[in-house]
C-alpha cells in the first residue's frame, strides 16, 4: 500500500467513526462539533470513494484481459473500456490529491479590493478605474456584492484610489492571485499623437476579516472625524461625518467618507482595518508568503508587473506562469475565469510538487 491509500484509508476510517458518533445520539455540543468535521470531511470522502470505485472497475477490466479464457468479444469491449478508465483513474486520483492539500483558512471569505493608479499620471488612473470595472463586472457575473469603501477620483476620469469589499462565498479563493502591479499598453485618450504608451495599476486583494478572526481594543484605536470631500454639489456633505481611525500598535490608518452618516463610515472604515491586521497576522505566520506578497504588489512602477494588457494586440499576459491570451476585449469586460483558472491550477500543481519531493 502507497502512502497516499495509507492515507485515503485512514481518512475513511475516520469518517466511518464521525458517522458512527452522530448515530449514537451524542449531547448537543458534541453533535455540532462532529457535524462540523463530518460537513468538512464529506466532499473528500465522496471523492475517494468514487476513485476506489474506478480502481475497482480498472482491476476488473485488467483481470478479463490477462484470463486466456475471456471470450473474444468481452476481450474487444475491456480493450476499448481501459484507456479510458485509465484516464478517469488519474484525474480522480488527482482530484484527491488536491483534495488533500493544504487549504487557506481565508478562501472561503470575502475580500477587500484596493485598486490604486501606478506610474502613468492621468492614463495610470483611467486604467485603474477599468481594471475596477472589470473586476466589478466579474463579481457581478459570479453573484458577489460589491460595495465601495474608499475612493478618490482623478481629474479626467479614473481613480487615484479605489477600495472595494466584495462579498460572496470563495471570494478570496478566486481573487487573491490578482495581487500585484497590471501594466497597460495603449494609446491613451489624453494623447493625440497616437503613440502608444506603457503606465500602471496595483491591484491588492486581502481576505475579509470577522470580529473572531482578529481582536481590536477599543483604546488602541484613535478615532477623528472630518468633513467629507468630493466634486462638489450634493455629493459634500456638510457634516463632519467622514471618519478616519487608527490602530496606534502598528500605525495603521484607513478612513471612510462615502457615506453621510458618521456611524456607516465607521462601520466600513473597521471593516477595512480589520482586514489589513488579520492580513498583517497571516504575513507574520508565513514570512514566505509575506515576502511574495511585497514583491507582487511593489510600488506601481511599471517595471514590476504581473500581467500586461496590450490593447494594439488585444493581448492578455501573465508573466507568472507564461499565460497569454488574444481575448483582451472580453477580459476586460470581466471573463477572468480562463485567467483565474490557470493561476489556481498551477498553484495546486506547485504545492503538489512540493507535497511529493
Not at 477490466?61 to 473500456?81: C, K, N, S, V
Not at 466634486?231 to 463632519?240: E, R, S
Request: hydrophobic share 40%; with cysteine; proline share 3%.
Amino acid at each position: 500500500m502507497t502512502p497516499l491509500d495509507a492515507r485515503l484509508e485512514a481518512l475513511l476510517d475516520r469518517f466511518a467513526i464521525l458517522e458512527a458518533r452522530l448515530a449514537g445520539n451524542p449531547d448537543a455540543e458534541t453533535f455540532v462539533r462532529l457535524s462540523r468535521d463530518y460537513a468538512e470531511l464529506e466532499p473528500l470522502v465522496a471523492r475517494i470513494r468514487a476513485l476506489r470505485g474506478a480502481d475497482r472497475e480498472l482491476a476488473d477490466i485488467e483481470a478479463m484481459l490477462a484470463d486466456p479464457a475471456t471470450d473474444p468479444d468481452m476481450r474487444a469491449l475491456a480493450e476499448a473500456e481501459r484507456p479510458e478508465l485509465l484516464e478517469k483513474v488519474e484525474t480522480l486520483r488527482q482530484d484527491v490529491r488536491v483534495a488533500l492539500l493544504p487549504r487557506d483558512r481565508a478562501d472561503d471569505k470575502s475580500a477587500i479590493l484596493e485598486v490604486r493608479a501606478g506610474t502613468g499620471g492621468d492614463e495610470a488612473a483611467l486604467f485603474a478605474g477599468d481594471l475596477f470595472r472589470m473586476y466589478q463586472r466579474y463579481a457581478e457575473a459570479r453573484g458577489w456584492r460589491v460595495e465601495v469603501m474608499s475612493v478618490s477620483e482623478a481629474e479626467l476620469g479614473g481613480y487615484k484610489e479605489i477600495i472595494a469589499s466584495i462579498d460572496g462565498a470563495g471570494v478570496y479563493a478566486r481573487l487573491k492571485f490578482e495581487s500585484g502591479v497590471h501594466r497597460v499598453q495603449r494609446v491613451p485618450v489624453t494623447e493625440s499623437s497616437g503613440r502608444i504608451h506603457t503606465s500602471a495599476a496595483t491591484v491588492a486583494v486581502l481576505p475579509e476579516a470577522e470580529e473572531v478572526d482578529i481582536a481590536i481594543n477599543e483604546s488602541d484605536l484613535r478615532v477623528d472625524t472630518f468633513r467629507s470631500s468630493g466634486a462638489g454639489g450634493q455629493h459634500v456633505n456638510t457634516t463632519d461625518s467622514a471618519i478616519r481611525i487608527t490602530h496606534i500598535p502598528t500605525g495603521l490608518a484607513v478612513a471612510c467618507q462615502e457615506e453621510r452618516s458618521q456611524h456607516k463610515n465607521r462601520a466600513k472604515a473597521m471593516k477595512l482595518l480589520r482586514s489589513r491586521l488579520y492580513e498583517m497576522e497571516r504575513e507574520k505566520a508565513d514570512s514566505a508568503r509575506a515576502a511574495d506578497r511585497r514583491g507582487q504588489v511593489g510600488s506601481g512602477d511599471r517595471s514590476e508587473r504581473i500581467r500586461t494588457y496590450n490593447f494594439p494586440q488585444g493581448r492578455v499576459t501573465d508573466h507568472r506562469i507564461n499565460l497569454t491570451l488574444y481575448k483582451l476585449p472580453q477580459v476586460m469586460e470581466g471573463d477572468l475565469d480562463d485567467v483565474v483558472n490557470a493561476l489556481i491550477t498551477d498553484h495546486q500543481a506547485r504545492l503538489l510538487a512540493e507535497a511529493e519531493a
